[in-house]
């Protein structure tokens, strides 16, 4: 009797110990983003934004201290489950944040799904992430390809254009948002007359020019991002086509680019779920703390890093940071309201925001908001079952 009380007590003794210990240790947070190649500089927009939430809770998420780890993927999908892995299995990460590029979210969130580690994409559309490859800790706080693009379709028919043809880069994320463009535009009585591509992430545009010069399209709706969204609105620019075929695209055109697009891209009117000038009070707070920490505007990029820790923290407070409480910490995630510098947002089912779509007018070195284009926009989840 006096030993089982012993043994007892030893046991509740250990267990105190251990929670002691849980509480001390640094959440292990691994940034699988690029940090070379043409989306460098979305990949550091988006660990300033994380940071910058981080820092504004006194450095810690939930009460926790952080510790981060960090591999450039390069945006190269042939290195992507090497890159997740070594995060996943070598540095025994409590949660990942990636990435930018959609063919390399997917090979993250397989190995992430297969060693039931949690994951926030912080950019990458691809619709599969919350499609078939959606699950329980599987996470957005940026868009699916098919909702920016999906959401320019009836803008583009209500200005009168009735046939568009397409551009962009061979690869899921091009394909998706012209997929979305399509849709939209078809449903509102467009017609999408011609698809081109070239491959990810070539800047050769000047046959595909031509063509479109021949082609004669209403307009042209296209995705690019980075440096190669610069260089497609300059060389439009340059061989004279915005004077006669007006160019629109998903906001990732524009989007940390008009400093480099400059002349080029005055005008362009694109849709995205973030925008300059929204002038609301937790906008302006963000955008005022982002340049005083790193002396630059935020862009979409930032505010979805942003909001990634901003996620986190819902669920680390629903488990007063024990993270070992998996289940319940991804519970609260998913039904939480993310008070983003976009405007508050909720997650579907399948874990991606229902947000508004802005349409924006580039005016200076500003995507300068026009209007919400859709309200509470959800992607539809094709094949997610959960
Ligand atoms: C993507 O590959 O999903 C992607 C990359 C860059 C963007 C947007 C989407 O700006």
Known sequence: MTHALTRAALGAALMLAASGALAADKLKVGFMLPYSGTFAALGNAIENGFKLYVAEQGGKLG???IEYFKVDDESNPSKAAENANRLIKRDQVDVLIGTVHSGVAMALAKAAKDADTTLIVTNAGANAITGPLCGPGIFRTSFTNWQPAYAMGPVA??????????ITWKYAAGDEAIGGFKEGFEQAGGKVVKEL??????????SLLTEIAA??????????????????????HAAGLDKTIPLYGSGFLTDGTLQAQGASAQGLLTTLHYADGLNT????AFRADYSKAYGAQ???YAVQGYDAAQLMQSGLSAVQGDFTKKADFRQAMRGATV???????TLSTAGNPVQDIYLRRVDGLENKVVEVAVRKLADPARGCKL
Request: charged share 25%.
């Open 63 to 65: 009460g926790r201290e």
């Open 157 to 166: 028919k209500a200005r009168g254009h009735k046939t568009a043809v397409t």
């Open 197 to 206: 591509s070239l491959p990810f992430p070539n800047v050769e545009f000047q």
């Open 215 to 236: 082609l004669k399209p209403d307009m042209v709706f296209t995705f690019f991002a980075g440096g190669g969204a610069v260089k497609f609105v300059q060389d439009y």
């Open 281 to 284: 009070p937790r906008d302006n």
């Open 298 to 300: 935020p862009d979409v």
């Open 339 to 345: 008070d983003s510098p976009r405007g508050a947002f």
